[in-house]
């Protein structure tokens, strides 16, 4: 008697544990009585009539993600394919029409992205494509909501996260992109030049200035020294043709006693025959003379005027 109650004890014992289930975080368990719907069942320690009610199955409350993959042709006649990444959950309310109402509700999101994107991207060029993506996220996303609630579906967030055009045009765009880099460069380099010659031209500009300046300067002192050696000169008595005369002898000879010192030097003096020297000698007498004449004439003549007024 006792051997023969065991076996029933013991199925007794299976019976209530599986009258017991538990239900994790952020799902929803559906439970059908002889294959009818009874109820919906949330997180935490539920319970079930034994061998008449039973779990048809369980829906996750957590916000899921289905990427979509779609190639479609633009307006330019390009290629493309992209990657709609939609981010949905189930609508706590509404588990029932979310488990009863679709078998496949993948294939029913991923129609419903392929249909919006393929009347979308038609109108749109390639770049436009790139640029106005998240318009196409937006269509996507209004378009589903229409379609998926009343499935028991809330589409949280639409997202195209890959673009990706056929592999001849990428490398024309690139082609593209880097002849643009490159007359952009090129640009910068001719406008780097441009300063550099413009800052040459002004720096050789203002060495001439200076250069000049400095000539000026050597000459007046030059000018200075020889006034001054003539008004010494005729305080001895000799007068200003002779003291000229003698001034210019001396720097002649100074002058090639300082060629005549340099061993290495290629620079030729010509004429340095003593009939030149000479010769060169009368030039600058008469050319000195000829100064001082007409010097003394404008002098006779202001004079003259200043006495008329």
Same mark, same amino acid.
């Given at each position: 008697?006792?051997?023969?109650?065991?076996?029933?004890?013991?199925?007794?014992?299976?019976?209530?544990?599986?009258?017991?289930?538990?239900?994790?975080?952020?799902?929803?368990?559906?439970?059908?009585?002889?294959?009818?719907?009874?109820?919906?069942?949330?997180?935490?320690?539920?319970?079930?009539?034994?061998?008449?009610?039973?779990?048809?199955?369980?829906?996750?409350?957590?916000?899921?993600?289905?990427?979509?993959?779609?190639?479609?042709?633009?307006?330019?006649?390009?290629?493309?394919?992209?990657?709609?990444? $939609?981010?949905?959950? %189930?609508?706590?309310? @509404?588990?029932? +029409?979310? &488990?009863? /109402?679709? !078998?496949?509700?993948?294939?029913?999101?991923?129609?419903?992205?392929?249909?919006? $994107?393929?009347?979308? %991207?038609?109108?749109? @060029?390639?770049? +436009?494509? &790139?640029? /106005?993506? !998240?318009?196409?996220?937006?269509?996507?996303?209004?378009?589903?909501?229409?379609?998926?609630?009343?499935?028991?579906?809330?589409?949280?967030?639409?997202?195209?996260?890959?673009?990706?055009?056929?592999?001849?045009?990428?490398?024309?765009?690139?082609?593209?992109?880097?002849?643009?880099?490159?007359?952009?460069?090129?640009?910068?380099?001719?406008?780097?030049?441009?300063?550099?010659?413009?800052?040459?031209?002004?720096?050789?500009?203002?060495?001439?200035?200076?250069?000049?300046?400095?000539?000026?300067?050597?000459?007046?002192?030059?000018?200075?020294?020889?006034?001054?050696?003539?008004?010494?000169?005729?305080?001895?008595?000799?007068?200003?043709?002779?003291?000229?005369?003698?001034?210019?002898?001396?720097?002649?000879?100074?002058?090639?006693?300082?060629?005549?010192?340099?061993?290495?030097?290629?620079?030729?003096?010509?004429?340095?025959?003593?009939?030149?020297?000479?010769?060169?000698?009368?030039?600058?007498?008469?050319?000195?003379?000829?100064?001082?004449?007409?010097?003394?004439?404008?002098?006779?003549?202001?004079?003259?005027?200043?006495?008329?007024?």
């Amino acid at each position: 008697m006792t051997y023969t109650l065991i076996p029933i004890l013991f199925l007794g014992i299976i019976i209530i544990i599986s009258s017991f289930f538990i239900v994790k975080q952020q799902t929803a368990a559906i439970i059908e009585r002889f294959g009818k719907f009874q109820s919906i069942r949330h997180s935490g320690l539920q319970l079930k009539i034994p061998l008449v009610d039973r779990i048809a199955g369980k829906l996750s409350l957590k916000i899921q993600q289905l990427d979509v993959i779609i190639e479609t042709k633009t307006l330019d006649d390009v290629f493309v394919r992209l990657k709609v990444s $939609v981010q949905y959950k %189930v609508i706590r309310e @509404k588990v029932y +029409d979310a &488990f009863y /109402k679709l !078998d496949y509700p993948h294939d029913q999101i991923t129609s419903y992205v392929f249909d919006v $994107v393929r009347a979308e %991207v038609p109108k749109m @060029k390639l770049d +436009d494509v &790139f640029v /106005k993506k !998240d318009d196409i996220a937006i269509a996507v996303k209004r378009e589903l909501n229409e379609a998926m609630l009343d499935y028991g579906y809330d589409i949280i967030k639409t997202l195209v996260t890959d673009i990706d055009p056929d592999a001849q045009v990428k490398e024309a765009m690139n082609r593209i992109n880097a002849s643009e880099r490159e007359k952009i460069a090129a640009q910068f380099e001719g406008d780097a030049q441009r300063i550099l010659i413009v800052e040459k031209a002004k720096a050789e500009a203002e060495s001439k200035r200076l250069q000049g300046q400095g000539i000026a300067d050597q000459r007046r002192e030059i000018a200075r020294g020889l006034e001054e050696s003539v008004e010494v000169l005729n305080k001895v008595g000799i007068n200003s043709q002779e003291a000229s005369a003698l001034i210019v002898v001396t720097q002649h000879y100074d002058t090639l006693q300082s060629i005549g010192q340099e061993t290495n030097s290629n620079l030729i003096l010509l004429p340095n025959s003593p009939q030149a020297g000479s010769q060169m000698l009368n030039d600058m007498v008469a050319s000195f003379t000829a100064s001082n004449q007409i010097g003394e004439a404008m002098k006779n003549a202001k004079k003259k005027e200043d006495d008329t007024l």
